[in-house]
């Protein structure tokens, strides 16, 4: 089926940030989900004929000009490389192939170093958990040398990050990174061009596009909140694109019981 007649995308690539040990209270930090939770929501998909699929292989499928939609796929990323995956991601090993987007310039530091707006301190990934984790076959790609908007700089400017996080990358884990996750999601054509001579593809929450080629340098990812539960994402990745975040605002816990169901 081509793209013209698919409205909505067989594959959908979620975002995810950290993983709290099971039974931990459903958190006011959004970016935050206890394991239970995402043990529940990936139960459902599975119930409901999801499968999961390596971000390469969802990536080059969304991207593709020959989309099919016949298809009920999802990736797993997970944005800033926090602490806690190194103990929860090995245990969803035979359920997911995740890949971690890592802030470079802060391992093993508190999020408090960037984020001093967050309800919730977290600990970043350290080198050598980074490196066990890679080892043991998580992917890991980039999402920046620090958490800026990449909207605030000149082409240079983003050259010499990119570059950075090549450079890194060769030089603890052996291998250059095919991805970039924008940070907060944001890009423009500029960010999008310049990353275009790094990287294979570039990733949003956002500004992007659902599938197309003109998603490889802005695709969109659905970033899954802790409240949603397993049903409540199937809705949403059932739903078109341009409604997914309706889906998923009118089953906040701010809004009334009445319009959540």
Known sequence: MSLSTSPIPGVTVLAYHNILPAGTPLPDDLHCI?????????????????????????????VADDLRADVRQYAVTFDDGYANLAEQLPGLADRIS???????GYTG????????????????????????????????????T????????????????????????EQHLGKRPDFIAYP???????????????????LTVTHGAWYGTEARYALNRLSV??????????????????????????????????RSA
């Open 109 to 144: 530091q508190s999020n408090l170093t960037w984020n001093t707006r967050t309800p919730l301190e977290q600990k970043h990934l350290s080198l050598s958990q980074i490196v066990r984790l890679s080892e043991s076959g998580i992917d890991m790609q980039f999402h920046g």
């Open 184 to 202: 907060y999601g944001y890009c423009n054509k500029l960010v999008g061009r310049v990353a275009a001579d790094t990287f294979i593809g570039g």
């Open 34 to 62: 206890p394991l239970d939770r995402l043990v529940e929501q990936l139960n459902t998909l599975e119930r409901n004929g999801f499968t999961n699929v390596p971000l390469r292989r969802a990536f080059d499928e969304l």
């Open 98 to 104: 995740p890949t971690v987007f890592l802030l470079i």
């Open 225 to 258: 909140p802790a409240y949603l539960d397993g049903d409540g994402l199937v809705k949403v990745l059932l739903s078109l694109p341009e409604e997914r975040w309706y889906e998923m605002e009118r089953r906040a816990p701010w809004r009334k019981k009445g």
């Open 146 to 169: 620090d958490h800026h908007n990449l909207l605030k700089f000149d082409e240079q400017e983003l050259r010499n990050r990119f570059r950075m996080g090549q450079s890194w990358f």
